[in-house]
C-alpha cells in the first residue's frame, strides 16, 4: 500500500519544505552568479586595455530598467500583502502590475540588445562584450522564469479551490523571494557593467 504525502502548512517557528526549497534553489543561483562575477574581475584585472561601460553602453535604457526593476520589488511586496490580507482583487492587480513591469524591463533590454545587433556588435565582438551579452542576458532568463512563476500564481488566483489553499501564500512568499533575488541580480550587473 502506498502513501501519498501532503504538505501541511508550517506550525509556528517551522520553516516549510518549499521555503527551504527556494533557499537552496537561491543559493545555488547565488553560486551562479557569484562564479560569473568572478570570471568578469578576473578577466577585466588581466585585460590590457578594458572600455568603461559608460562609454560602450546605453546607460539611460539601463538605468530606466534599473528603476522598473526596484518599483517591482515594491509591486510584488504589495502583491504578498494583499494575499496576506486574503484580498484577491488587490493581490490581482499588484501582481499583475509586477508582471506588466517585467515585461516592460524585456521590451527594454530588446531595444538595447537589437540596437547592438543592428551596430554588428555581438558576443563575438570583444571579450567585454562576450560579458555584456552572457551576464544580463542570463539575468534575462532569469526575469522570464519570474514572469512565468507570478504569471502562474495570477492565474492560480482566479481559482477558487487555489485562492483558497492553505499553501497559496507560500506559493507567493516563494516567487517573492526570487524575484527579489533576480532584482538584487540586477542591481549589481547594472554598476559593474555600465558604470564601471
Known amino acids: ?25 537561491l543559493a545555488s543561483e547565488i553560486m551562479l552568479f557569484a562564479t560569473l562575477f568572478t570570471s568578469y574581475i578576473v578577466l577585466r584585472l588581466g585585460s590590457t586595455s578594458w572600455p568603461w561601460g559608460w562609454d560602450a553602453l546605453n546607460v539611460p535604457l539601463a538605468t530606466l530598467n534599473t528603476v522598473i526593476l526596484i518599483t517591482s520589488s515594491i509591486t510584488i511586496v504589495m502583491a504578498y500583502a494583499k494575499a496576506y490580507d486574503k484580498d484577491k482583487p488587490g493581490f490581482q492587480s499588484w501582481m499583475s502590475l509586477t508582471i506588466l513591469l517585467s515585461l516592460g524591463f524585456l521590451v527594454v533590454k530588446a531595444f538595447e540588445y537589437s540596437h547592438e545587433f543592428k551596430l554588428g556588435i555581438g558576443p563575438h565582438t570583444s571579450v567585454f562584450y562576450a560579458i555584456y551579452f552572457t551576464m544580463p542576458g542570463l539575468h534575462v532568463i532569469h526575469v522570464l522564469g519570474g514572469i512565468l512563476v ?20 507560500g506559493r507567493v512568499e516563494g516567487a517573492g523571494l526570487y524575484w527579489h533575488f533576480v532584482d538584487i541580480v540586477w542591481i549589481f550587473l547594472f554598476p559593474s557593467l555600465y558604470l564601471l
Open 1 to 25: 500500500m502506498t502513501t501519498i504525502a501532503i504538505e501541511q502548512p508550517p506550525t509556528a517557528g517551522a520553516i516549510s519544505n518549499a521555503k527551504l526549497g527556494v533557499w537552496l534553489f
Open 150 to 169: 507570478n504569471a502562474g500564481l495570477l492565474y492560480m488566483s482566479s481559482r477558487s479551490k487555489h485562492w483558497e489553499h492553505p499553501l497559496f501564500l
